[in-house]
């Protein structure tokens, strides 16, 4: 995926889930799902202790959603 269409947001992101997915098998779609899936699971089970880290979680499964949407549409 080129990095130009990735928002800096998603760059970092990225970087991020490199550093804690470290399986060198796994995909780079299998990070981001398994990102998101983790993301949900807290906002489900109220896994924060404020309001500043629900919406912490909400825009990084937002950043999340758009990153899936553009490895999908890369392949």
């Known amino acids: 995926m080129p990095a130009e269409i990735l ?3 998603e760059q970092q992101t990225l970087i991020k889930l490199e550093n804690y997915f ?3 098998d796994m995909s ?5 799902f398994n990102a998101l899936v983790i993301a949900e699971h807290e906002l489900m089970e109220h896994c924060f ?8 979680i909400e825009r990084f499964k937002h ?3 758009n990153l899936l949407l553009k490895i999908s549409s890369g392949e």
Not at 28 to 32: A, G, I, M, P, S
Not at 49 to 56: C, V
């Open 22 to 24: 470290k399986h060198a």
């Open 49 to 56: 202790t404020n309001e500043h880290e629900r919406i912490k």
């Open 28 to 32: 780079l779609y299998d990070r981001v």
């Open 63 to 65: 950043v999340l959603n």
């Open 7 to 9: 928002t800096q947001e």
